[in-house]
């Protein structure tokens, strides 16, 4: 009986240590620096690492998704377009009006027209059509020695009873104002219905049409 059992316990320590044996050869340890214990613990430890592993790369495959979309929007929004009179850009209705404008006191200043008369809701090319007509393309000598663009009267005079401007600009500005306040506010926003109040002469609507219509063509 007593050699029966010796053989049992024989056998339990050998298919016990073939199990260890197995244990440490699929984790790569030496039975010299581990126990049963050690095995379940470093095979644990071993499978959290490859989940952390796996968890970090598809953060990174995200956060590279992620940035790759923002920059997609963000190269769209560049190349987007923005129109601000007559299917242009502020840019190309500023050369557009600057065509026109001559080589004299208004030279270059097409874009101070374009956007001073957009932020008062002017329209840019009756604006610059009156200059041209009022100063022969900013030639005449109310444009040169009193700024005025526009032909407008008024105080601090200047040549008469025409009003005086420090700067070209300043007179840009005030031919566009003076335009938003005595016209566009009070409903008068085309050639025909500014004409009649803005101009004694009959044809003067028609001659700023064609001015219009030159430099919508340009």
């Given at each position: ?46 499978e959290?690492?490859?989940s ?32 601000v ?82 700067s ?28 009649p109040?803005?101009?004694e ?18």
């Amino acid at each position: 009986m007593n050699k029966l059992n010796n053989i049992a316990k024989g056998i339990s320590t050998v298919g016990l240590s073939l199990i260890l044996v197995a244990m440490v050869m699929l984790n790569g340890y030496s039975l010299s620096d581990m126990n049963i214990s050690d095995s379940v613990a470093i095979t644990s430890d071993k499978e959290i690492k490859e989940s952390n592993n796996s968890n970090i790369t598809n953060t990174n495959i995200m956060n590279m998704s992620l940035s790759t979309e923002s920059n997609r929007e963000i190269a769209e929004a560049v190349s987007l377009r923005l129109e601000v009179y007559d299917g242009l850009t502020i840019e190309e209705l500023s050369a557009k009006l600057d065509r026109s404008l001559g080589n004299a006191a208004l030279s270059r200043k097409g874009y101070l027209i374009a956007s001073y008369c957009l932020s008062k809701g002017v329209d840019p090319y009756i604006a610059t059509a009156i200059m041209i007509h009022e100063t022969g393309r900013g030639t005449s000598r109310m444009a040169r020695e009193c700024h005025n663009v526009a032909g407008q009267k008024g105080a601090p005079s200047c040549m008469g009873s025409y009003k005086g401007y420090p700067s070209i600009d300043d007179g840009i500005r005030g031919a566009i104002d003076n335009l938003y306040n005595n016209y566009y506010a009070r409903g008068l926003n085309t050639v025909e219905k500014i004409g009649p109040r803005y101009a004694e002469s009959s044809t003067w609507f028609s001659m700023i049409n064609g001015y219009i219509n030159s430099i919508r063509n340009k």
